[in-house]
């Protein structure tokens, strides 16, 4: 029950708050232009996360129901978040994982929504 909880609170969060995508798939990163987004990326607006911005919000072209969660631990900002991943598919949900996890600085654990 308590999981279900969470999932329906991260719905009605989505729902309720407007999905803002400032980094398209395919653009640089603006401090690290090497690392190019495999997948929109973006946040929700007027909602608060770690760093001070939005939470943070890959979103994919399958939909918009909420697949899974990243949850990340950063070595350098000494900080963690969750990442929220919206009509992302598999082949999608690798290229996130592998986004935190290429690294020795930033480490990420993919979190799947369990659907009946």
Not at 19 to 39: G, M
């Amino acid at each position: 029950m308590i999981e279900a909880d969470f999932w329906s609170a991260l719905d009605q969060l989505v729902s309720e708050s407007a999905l803002i995508i400032d980094r398209p798939k395919n653009s640089a990163h603006p401090r690290y232009p090497d690392f190019i987004y495999p997948v929109n990326y973006g946040y929700l607006e007027n909602t608060a996360s770690m760093d001070g911005g939005g939470i943070d919000v890959w979103k994919g072209i399958h939909g918009d129901s909420i697949g899974a969660i990243i949850c990340t631990v950063d070595l350098l900002k000494k900080d963690s978040e969750i990442k929220i991943l919206i009509g992302c598919n598999e082949e999608e949900m690798r290229f996130i994982w592998d986004t935190y996890n290429t690294t020795a600085y930033m480490k990420g654990i993919l979190i799947r929504r369990n659907t009946p």
